[in-house]
C-alpha cells in the first residue's frame, strides 16, 4: 500500500474549486500538469506499479480516476470472471469504485460533490486510490489471467 499520505485541512472549494485544485496539490506535495482548466493530472508509484491520476473538477462533482487501471487484454473484453472480481471489490470498498470506461478498460474512481469539497476530501479521495490500486490489484490481475486462460 502506498504509504506516508497525511491530509490536515480545512480550506472550502467556492466557485472556483479547479483553481483551489491546484493549491491542494501543492499542499499535498505531488507534482501535476494542469491540462485543461478543470483537468489535471497526477501520478504515483505504489507498492504494485505506477499508476496515472486524472482529477476532472464539474460544477457538481470532483472525480479522481486512474484510467486505465487494466487495460483490456489484447483488445478483448474483459471476461466474466474479472466483472465478477470488480463488482465484489466494489461491495468491499469505501469511497472508491472499479468500473469499466467507454474503451473497456478498467478503472479506479472516487467521486464527490464539488459543494463543500474540502483539502480533506481531496487527501481522502488521493489516499482512497492509492490504497485501493495497491490492495486490489493481485486480485483484479488473477481474475484476468484466469479469463485469457479460458479463452485458450
Known sequence: MATGIYCLGIVVLMGGAA?????YFDSY???????????????FTGETGRYDVWLKVTDTWVFFSINPYVLKYQGRPHGQGTLLA???????????????????????????????????????????????????????????????????
Not at 30 to 43: D, I, K, L, M
Open 19 to 23: 483553481e483551489d485544485i491546484a493549491g
Open 29 to 43: 506535495g505531488w507534482n501535476y500538469v494542469r491540462q485543461e482548466p478543470s483537468v489535471y493530472r497526477t501520478a
Open 86 to 152: 470488480m463488482l465484489r471489490a466494489n461491495h468491499e470498498v469505501n469511497l472508491a469504485k472499479f468500473a469499466l470506461d467507454h474503451d473497456g478498460d478498467v478503472l479506479l474512481t472516487v467521486e464527490l460533490p464539488a459543494e463543500g469539497f474540502r483539502y480533506t476530501h481531496f487527501c481522502d479521495a488521493l489516499t482512497a486510490l492509492a490504497h485501493y490500486a495497491d490492495g486490489y490489484r493481485q486480485r483484479i490481475d488473477t481474475a484476468i489471467a484466469a479469463d485469457r486462460a479460458e479463452i485458450v
